[in-house]
């Protein structure tokens, strides 16, 4: 794509000047006098660069730099003058000014000065296009994830939306139990059947009833109507039971009758239904517990415990979140109305130094927060809860570095695991190929690549043998 700049100057000498150096360097050019024609050129080509002149007529550079960054939030700008002023420098710089020239200046210095911009530009623009693959690349079914453990959920949701058995979907609050839910359902052969869904903890014990087996007219004051319950409405379909813990032992039996028979009976009638969903059970509490303290009944617990999924939280995924950040950025529309594209390195590291103990949707309220009170492209400040408690940046092992190439970031990465894993194992490499899920030959080869020999490991981390070397 070819590079385009805009000069906006009122002195035609001037603009001559800039059109003839550019030019020469191979660049399209485009000049305007004053910031009505800039404007109007901003509107008809797509550019890499705007040169604005401080005073012009009209209104000033740093007011057309202002409607610039408000519209144009991907254009840089340098601002040129002849003016000396440390003052209006400043104030350009804060209204999204990158870089501040005075005149008269020498062709090298503003040769100098466009270069590192438009680098800039195209390093950043590089980056963005990396992250974007990279969160296609680590997404499922609405879910994005780098973690080990999640990608292994998602060979299991893979496996599970071709069959119909029932799955407990265990996980701390906030961890996206629904959205695992949901896509093992819209994955599968019942994707053109209805996702009913019902949080058991929102009802009593009476209403739960009506709301799952439905009515008759006339079984109960105000029952003016039949009405069909959710476990009919979810034939053909998936039924999503969530806070299932909170469902009394008189319901949990008439739950089980349900689920072995296929049948449903409304209140009020005598007639029973086939019905033919799938069952898919979600919970934030250790289940094994009530039935030991007698709070749900075992046959219960073991007709819903057939396939397990637990959800790690997000803790527990701290590399996750940059791919979440993204992810939320580009779903939220308020964020898209004002042009909010990314969060400042600054915000991405408070953000991956927070414990979240309301995970993903913690997050989500911390990120909506943030859109809120942000003017520019860039969400530069996280209002992070105070009740959460910070973890020390230092022991998540690695700096997060998100200026680097995305080459370079794999490669630190690569290494900081690798130092993890050898160390965990006490540099066993059949051990640490095991738990890295790579044959030795290929541990051998990236250990020799980023200079780790298992020497530096032993006596360090757990005891372990190695049965045999690979070279």
Known sequence: ??????????????????????????????????????????????????????????????????????????????????????????????????????????????????????????LLDEINYLRNQLSNRYSFANIVSRNRVMHDIFETIEVLAQNDATVLITGESGTGKELVARAIHYQGKRKSGRFVAINCAAFPDTLLESELFGYERGAFTGAVHDRVGKIELSTGGTLFLDEIESITLNMQLKLLRVLEEREVERLGGNRKVKVNMRVIAATNVELTELVADGRMREDFFYRINVVPVKIPPLRDRIEDIPLLVCEFLRNSEMARERGITRVSNKALSELMGFSWPGNVRELGNVLERAILRTTGPVIREVDLPGAGKRKDLESLRRTYDYEVPLKEYLRRAEKDYLNHVLRKNRGSINLSAKHALVDAATLHRKMKLHGLAREDFRGRGRSEPDQALVG
């Open 1 to 122: 794509m070819d590079t385009r700049i805009l000069i906006v100057d009122d002195d035609p000498l001037i603009c001559r000047q800039l059109e003839d150096l550019y030019t020469s360097q191979q660049y399209l050019v485009s000049s305007a006098g004053n910031a009505s024609e800039a404007l109007r050129l901003l509107g008809e080509y797509d550019f890499s660069l705007a040169v604005v002149d401080l005073r012009i007529p009209g209104t000033d550079g740093i007011g057309l730099t202002r409607e610039i960054r408000e519209h144009w939030p991907d254009l840089d700008v340098i601002m040129i003058t002849g003016y000396a002023s440390i003052k209006g420098a400043v104030e350009a710089i804060k209204q999204g000014a990158s870089d501040y020239i005075t005149k008269p200046f020498q062709k090298e210095e503003i040769l100098l000065a466009t270069e590192k911009v438009l680098e800039k530009r195209r």
